[in-house]
């Protein structure tokens, strides 16, 4: 259990250098407040309406067909750092990767998943 | 920079998987490209069929010695191919029996069969798994179809309620399993389920308690999967609001997963523990029992019912997991093998009898059925004395086998337990039965549209449920067989 101090001192100092922050400011700032001070954006502009809207289901599907593309590219940094000693296997490998992809892309075009209206 | 080994790559492995990944690609490219032609879709349940048949063409047979591949993380052993097979014919069964519900309900989407058959793939994994993380995967991607599957009648409350529900507690219960993961990891410094049996028979002691808060924690995990008791608070609702067919779906396949990586897990990787982690099973099991089948005496829904008796099913393969000899295990496996032909009979009927949007799924519905209809009658008959264990029929030979393993251990108490709950679930169970049989209808029977495909899924769960009680013997050497090359 020894090698996991390191893990433990760094959780510690993590949450002391938050909390000390936090009460910090608490402590040695002034509090003024005025009702200019506690609207949510301070530049001048009165907020029109409610924050609290619905969204549109479409921005969550557009969300989270950007997520699978985007994970595929993370997957694809470790094959080019390690492509040296992977070689032809690992070419084809991500071939087959990148090819479902493609097909998941294609499914997704041809569903209307990518027309807004 | 050393160079990877593709030694252990070995692709004829994973054969079963890679079809039905492929056939689930076609289902869905064909959706789409023809959707206008297909019509009413017959073409997508017969390539799920076909994709099924040479999945299991090419899992069949049994095996020598356990086949590692993919750098140790998944095994072909005679085990898991009993799994696959298991799997296989629970998935044929209910693309057989869903393909007149779904054009029913209106929800005859072509996802619908690569959904079911990329869940199977995920059950594959987990019977094959030889790794935590491998298992890990597999139950994912077996859960996340399921969750999908759950709420496919998007116009029906329940269905995106039970879908919502499955999905939050699910995830919650994923957690869970891989907290208890990386616990594990920490303590023994690997994912393989041979290097952690390993590590604990030689150096076990220096682990101290993580270990077992580990197990503690992959067992809530798989627990909640298998629907045992202090983790069932899903079961009811998402099996009452999901579609009759995925409900008949995920009450068979992904709890015999469940199981498939419970008892691997459990046995290989923690068999040195074994006096640990009983004790948690042991309660587990006595709760699962007694919780399903009291509270299922009390349901007047047929779906709740049935939802209960899954819950007191998992109650007494928990038995023969805390059992764990030779005899356990087999006839865990036995019984999984018989669960499957029983319990999706009975989903086969209940569909046959209700009507779009779930009507007539009250128990007194089926009053009178037995006139009507002597024919079905006579299947829901077979088929629920099997789940009570009554003989001539599998789930007599099941409970046989889970209870004298049970004997054999030392826990009598447990196999009494199990008897007494056996009891218990012949008057709910019979009660169907009572009401077809001895009450005047209180429904119309209007001509019922019976598609050859759910008829064919009837005889076949009756032959399995008469076969497998009758002549045993059989399947009970293949399934010796296939623990052997387990340990």
């Known amino acids: 259990m020894v090698q996991y101090l390191p893990i433990l001192i760094l959780l510690i100092l993590a949450f002391g250098f938050a909390i000390t922050n936090i009460v910090l400011s608490v402590l040695l700032g002034t509090q003024k407040p005025t009702p200019e001070k506690l609207t949510p954006y301070e530049c001048g502009i009165d907020p029109v309406g409610s ?28 094959w080019a750092v390690a492509f040296q000693s992977l070689k032809l296997f690992g070419f084809i490998e991500i071939l087959i990767f990148v090819g479902i992809f493609l097909i998941c892309y294609f499914y997704i075009w041809k569903r209307g998943g990518l027309e807004w209206e | 920079m050393t160079n990877v080994s593709v030694m252990t790559f070995n692709i004829l492995s994973v054969l079963p998987i890679l079809v039905l990944a492929g056939f689930g690609m076609i289902v869905l490219f064909v959706d789409i490209l023809f959707s206008k032609r297909l019509g009413d879709k017959n073409i997508l349940a017969y390539l799920s069929l076909a994709g099924i048949i040479i999945a299991a063409i090419v899992s069949r047979g049994t095996t020598p010695i356990a086949l590692y591949s993919f750098n140790e993380t998944f095994v072909i052993d005679n085990y898991s191919l009993f799994f696959n097979f298991i799997f296989l014919l629970s998935t044929g069964l209910v693309i057989l029996i869903s393909h007149q519900y779904m054009k029913r309900e209106n929800i005859n ?15 594959m994994l987990m019977a094959s798994g030889a790794d935590l993380l491998n298992i890990y995967i597999g139950l994912e991607v077996m859960s996340i179809s399921i969750y999908v599957l759950t709420g496919l009648k998007r116009s029906k409350l329940t269905s995106n309620e039970a879908s919502l529900k499955y999905f939050l507690l699910g995830a919650f219960a994923t957690g869970f399993l891989l907290y208890g993961v990386s616990i594990i990891y920490g303590a023994t410094g690997s994912f393989n389920l041979k290097e952690i049996a390993d590590f604990l028979i030689n150096k076990g002691d220096v682990t101290g308690p993580f270990v077992y808060l580990g197990v503690g924690l992959i067992i809530i995990g798989l627990g909640f999967k298998v629907a045992s008791v202090p983790f069932h608070a899903w079961v009811p609702d998402v099996y009452e609001g999901a579609p009759t067919a995925v409900t008949a779906f995920m009450s068979v396949g992904p709890k015999a997963a469940a199981f498939a990586a419970f008892i691997r897990i459990l046995m290989t990787a923690f068999g040195s523990t074994h006096y640990e982690w009983q004790k948690i099973v042991y309660v587990l099991a006595i709760l699962t029992m007694t919780v399903g089948n009291v509270v299922a005496v009390a349901q007047t829904n047929i779906k709740r019912m049935l939802a209960y008796s899954s819950i007191a099913h998992a109650g007494y393969l928990l038995v023969a997991l805390v059992a764990a000899n030779t005899l356990g295990v087999s006839g865990m496996l036995f019984y999984l093998l018989t669960y499957v032909f029983m319990n999706i009979g009975v989903f086969a009927i209940v569909i046959i009898l209700s009507q779009r949007n779930d009507g007539f799924m009250q128990i007194n519905d089926y009053a009178g059925l037995g006139y009507k209809h002597p024919l079905l009658a ?60 001895m009450q005047e209808p209180v429904r119309e029977f209007y001509p019922l549209t019976i598609s050859p495909f759910i008829v064919a899924a009837v005889v076949i769960s009756v032959i399995g449920t008469l076969h497998l009680g009758i002549f045993p013997s059989k399947i009970m050497e293949l399934v010796q067989q296939s623990i052997l090359t387990m340990r």
């Open chain 2, 378 to 437: 006579i299947a829901m008959t077979l088929f629920l004395l099997s789940m009570a264990g009554i003989p001539p029929t599998a789930g007599f030979i099941g409970k046989f086998y889970i209870f004298s393993a049970a004997i054999k251990s030392g826990y009598i108490g447990l196999a009494v337990i199990g008897m007494i709950n056996s009891v218990i679930s012949v008057y709910y169970y019979l009660r169907v039965t009572v009401v077809m049989y």
């Open chain 1, 51 to 78: 924050a609290h809207e619905r969204f549109s289901v479409k921005f969550y599907l557009i969300a989270m067909l950007f997520v699978i593309f985007d994970i595929e590219v993370v997957f694809l940094y470790p």
């Open chain 2, 109 to 123: 989407y072509g996802e619908y069969y690569a959904l079911i058959l990329f869940s199977t793939i995920g059950m």
